[in-house]
């Protein structure tokens, strides 16, 4: 018997079509997906930099040196006044199981909140105090400098805003 003669399946427009179609569906869900897992999450809010989210304090310390920032980060580990990643990883775990316990108690994840608000609490006045200190160890020319380098990045425009 002969063979069919033809193509067996879907034609070659068809084909390309699917594949074009494909390619536009994983790059929307890249997008999408891209927008939801980068760091900060999504931006909603408009105008609000996620820079000043972290706190007040950011563009100061981001502003002194690299060796600086690292020996404040240091002191504030070595004080016992920030916890270990295994101890955040551990008060992650217990606010998933609260938020999965059923009766569902309202008052455990809020204790909870409280405690990690209170060691960020503890970290930023412990990081302060420290900035503070580096601080009054700066001549005039060096605090002048470091002034002008803060200026500057506060003056920078945000890139969603370009």
Do not use: C
């Not at 079509?17 to 569906?25: D, E, I, M, P, T």
């Not at 609000?48 to 060796?67: H, K, Q, T, W």
């Not at 970290?123 to 160890?137: F, K, N, P």
Request: glycine share 8%; no cysteine; proline share 7%.
């Amino acid at each position: 018997m002969s063979e069919p003669v033809g193509p067996s399946g879907p034609s070659r427009r068809w084909r390309w079509l699917l594949g074009v179609s494909l390619a536009l569906n994983l790059l929307i869900i890249g997008a999408v997906g891209g927008a939801i897992l980068r760091p900060g999450g999504p931006v909603r809010g408009g105008d609000i930099d996620r820079s000043e989210m972290r706190g007040f304090g950011a563009p100061y310390v981001r502003e002194l040196p690299r060796a600086t920032q690292r020996k404040l980060f240091r002191a504030l580990r070595q004080q016992g006044q920030w916890p270990s990643r295994a101890d955040r990883r551990a008060a992650y775990e217990e606010m998933i199981e609260a938020l999965r316990a059923q009766p569902f108690d309202p008052s455990r994840p809020e204790k909870l909140l409280n405690a990690q608000a209170e060691t960020v609490a503890v970290a930023q006045r412990t990081i302060q105090a420290a900035w503070l200190r580096h601080l009054t160890e700066m001549n005039n020319t060096q605090r002048a400098a470091y002034a002008d380098r803060l200026e500057q990045r506060l003056r920078r425009t945000p890139r969603k805003e370009r």
